[in-house]
């Protein structure tokens, strides 16, 4: 019987590492975990430059994370990517706009893909 219960697991958790994008709220609420920068969403954002407590530096900026084992490789490799892009705006805050998996190969192998707004928060 355990050994049942451990091939089961293993293959949920293989087939949750093939997974080849994620929802937008898991995307959403993933991401933040993996950057230094500060995560605003787009309202959030919008509010604090209208209220004067940030500026937008670069708006539209977009990355395309080098391929990882997994979405989540792939979204860890995507913060890498907006951290070093917020520290050379010389800003500490960020807004996700869009993001997509493209599929880069014959054999499904899939690509992320991010915009985002680089801003400078008090």
Request: with cysteine; aromatic share 8%.
């Amino acid at each position: 019987m355990n050994f049942l219960k451990i091939c089961c697991i293993a293959v949920i958790i293989l087939l949750n590492s093939c997974a080849t994008s994620m929802s937008p709220i898991m995307v959403h609420n993933t991401l933040p975990n993996y950057t230094k920068s500060r995560y605003l969403s787009q309202t959030d954002a919008d509010k604090a430059v209208n209220a004067g407590g940030c500026k937008f530096l670069v708006k539209d900026r977009s990355y395309t994370a080098p391929v990882g084992l997994g979405t989540h490789n792939d979204l860890r490799n995507g913060a890498r990517g907006i951290d070093e892009w917020v520290t050379l705006d010389k800003g500490n805050a960020y807004s996700l706009k869009s993001f997509k998996w493209v599929r880069v190969d014959q054999d499904g192998t899939t690509q992320l893909q991010l915009d985002f707004d680089t801003l400078l928060c008090e």
